[in-house]
C-alpha cells in the first residue's frame, strides 16, 4: 500500500495479522480432523459460528483432495 496515513497502517498491519492467527487455527484444526477420525467436523457444527464451520469444513476438503 503506498499513501496510506500512519492509521491505516496500524489498521492493516493489524487486520493482516489477525488474519494469519485465524489461518493458522483453521490449519491446525483441519489437520487434526484428518489425523484424528473421532475428532469429526460433525462434532463441531453446533458449536461453532456458521462461517467458521464452514471455512473449517472448506479446509478439510481441501487437504483431503488428492493433489
Do not use: R, W
Not at 19 to 43: D, E, R, T, V
Amino acid at each position: 500500500m503506498t499513501g496510506e496515513s500512519p492509521a491505516q497502517s496500524l489498521i492493516y498491519g493489524e487486520f493482516t495479522q489477525e488474519a494469519k492467527k485465524m489461518g493458522s487455527k483453521l490449519f491446525s484444526s483441519a489437520i487434526y480432523i484428518i489425523m484424528f477420525p473421532q475428532f469429526h467436523i460433525a462434532h463441531l457444527e453446533k458449536q461453532l459460528k456458521s462461517t467458521e464451520y464452514l471455512s473449517l469444513k472448506i479446509m478439510v476438503d481441501l487437504l483431503q483432495k488428492p493433489a
